[in-house]
């Protein structure tokens, strides 16, 4: 199956939080500005749905998850084609942007 | 007063990378705020006056100029004809528009647009100012494309392109088809609203039929020689509704010469069709008002891809449908990505927002037959003549189930989020 489920992305989440080194430090005001985008199809409290909700994914969680879409190593067509224009700056900005949102659910 | 102009915002944005600019502030003087008029609310409008008032914490005052009380979408209206939605489920009002974010909701029409005096008037003869306006009416119907078809006698074979009454209307007549009668479909010619839509139609009427009345036929008279995700609706045609359908393009049929109305005939070069329902989709053009605006260009209106701007006139944002957003589909998600654009266009130009560079985005489900669903999308760019492809992808033939019925939740998924990113 080629999505991504809550369980399979709190799965990748915690690889990455042993694996990957930080970036932090992203602009939440210009990650504001490009969740517009994520915002079309990921909603607040859409707790079963097929579409994940991402608002306060932990920084390093987003970081990880966004750039395995990007390196296509994790399989969601869309989520590639949207990743692929994103550089590590913008990535930094949208976890920064989404790590200080209150968790939905 | 001091306006920036189109050059000043594109300068501003163009130098800045991946950074941030901020715009020159217009001085509005205090205690006058800037008024933005916002015609038309569906996808695009309806997310334009959203995120201008959000956005603008109260800065701008934002009014909204919709007829509909009850606004029935247009995407995943096939799906309530295959029987995947209720009525109820694709129909929105704008009670969170007007209480939530504080928008002036006017349930009227907009009947002129007055670009020297920059005021829009109403049906009702109430004259709208603003110091910014967005157009976003989505399309009309050129009825006179179709031979013999018309506005008076459009329900006999309906559109049902803009949603709504029109919809239910097209899924009676279909569920009340005699046994094995024809379904007769013509899709629009190129441009039009939702390419794949006139093919989900018909996958889910096959659907609806298949069930109901599994010897009925439906015959699709095409003025196109090929069509957005043929590969994929052809696979899925013969695939789960056997012989049901039968897809004859221009090039076979000669094209439709004329419709009969009253005895339902479609005439082409090859045969005359006798439909026993069906549904005639014309050619379509930008939403009237538009013509009234004076912001067209043939059928369509041209815009500047930074912003989203009327080519013709720089206080004006065009929208969705009505646009020439070439490479972008005419789409609601569409339409919704150009609406967050143009929003921070607007707030830059009247207030001391900051302006980054536009990024738009698409993705178009579909339907084929029961939790079997396929995509289409692709990632975009402002260029300098119009909007340019980044990445695009598109299911691919021979999917596995399981992966279908995974796309088909994710649209699910989907309607439920921008629904709510327009409405909510």
């Known amino acids: 199956m080629q999505l991504v489920t809550k369980k399979k992305l709190g799965l990748c989440l915690g690889i990455f939080l042993i694996s990957t080194s930080a970036y932090s430090g992203g602009d939440p005001e210009y990650g504001e500005y490009l969740s517009a985008e994520c915002v079309t199809c990921h909603q607040a409290n859409a707790a079963d749905a097929q579409i994940p909700s991402i608002e306060g994914m932990s920084e390093q969680g987003m970081i990880g998850v966004l750039k395995l879409y990007r390196s296509k190593d994790l399989d969601n067509q869309s989520m590639q084609t949207v990743t692929m224009r994103l550089n590590d700056e913008d990535i930094a900005a949208l976890a920064a942007y989404y790590s200080s949102l209150p968790t939905s659910e | ?424």
Request: aromatic fraction near 8%; charged fraction near 20%; proline fraction near 5%.
């Open chain 2, 1 to 424: 007063m001091t306006k920036m102009n189109r050059r000043d915002f594109t300068t501003g944005v163009v130098g800045l990378g991946a950074a941030t600019a901020t715009l020159i502030t217009p001085s509005y003087a205090a205690g006058k705020k800037p008024r933005v008029v916002v015609i038309g609310g569906g996808a695009g409008g309806a997310t334009a006056a959203k995120y201008i008032a959000k956005d603008s914490k109260g800065a701008i005052d934002v009014t909204l100029i919709e007829p509909s009380k009850n606004y029935y979408t247009c995407f995943f209206s096939n799906l309530y004809i295959g029987g995947h939605r209720d009525y109820a489920s694709i129909g929105h009002t704008y009670e969170a528009l007007a209480s939530k974010h504080g928008v002036n909701v006017v349930h009227d029409w907009a009947m002129d647009v007055d670009r020297a005096a920059k005021t829009v008037t109403l049906a009702s003869g109430a004259k709208i100012p603003y110091d910014r306006l967005v157009i976003s009416p989505g399309i009309d119907m050129k009825y006179d494309s179709v031979n013999g078809y018309s506005a008076g006698q459009q329900n006999k074979m309906p559109h049902a392109w803009k949603s709504g009454t029109q919809v239910a209307l097209l899924k009676s007549q279909v569920e009340n088809m005699r046994e094995g009668g024809t379904f007769v479909m013509v899709p629009p010619p190129n441009p039009f609203r939702c390419p794949p839509g006139p093919y989900e139609r018909i996958s889910m009427i096959a659907s609806l039929l298949k069930k109901k009345n599994p010897t009925a036929k439906i015959i699709v008279l095409d003025p196109k020689e090929k069509f957005s995700k043929q590969a994929l609706f052809t696979e899925g045609w013969e695939k789960h509704y056997g012989d049901m359908i039968e897809w004859i393009p221009a090039s076979i049929s000669g094209g439709v010469k004329n419709v009969n109305m009253d005895t339902m005939e479609i005439e082409t070069d090859i045969d005359t069709f006798k439909a026993d329902a069906g549904s005639i989709v014309p050619a379509q053009k930008a939403g009237t008002i538009c013509e009234r605006a004076g912001i067209t260009k043939g059928d369509w209106c041209p815009i500047i891809p930074m912003t989203m701007q009327s080519a013709m006139d720089e206080n004006i944002h065009v929208l969705g449908d009505a646009s020439v957003a070439s490479s972008m589909p005419k789409s609601g998600f569409s339409a919704n990505s150009q609406a967050k654009v143009a929003a921070m266009a607007v707030r830059a130009a009247l207030t001391d927002s900051k302006a980054f560079p536009p990024r738009f985005a698409n993705t178009c489900w579909s339907l084929i037959s029961d939790n079997n669903g396929v995509k289409v999308g692709a990632s975009y760019k402002a260029g300098a003549e119009k909007i340019d492809v980044v990445d695009k992808f598109i299911s691919k033939t021979g999917e596995a189930d399981d992966m279908r019925s995974a796309t088909y939740a994710e649209s699910e998924a989907w309607y439920s989020a921008i629904t709510n990113d327009m409405f909510g």
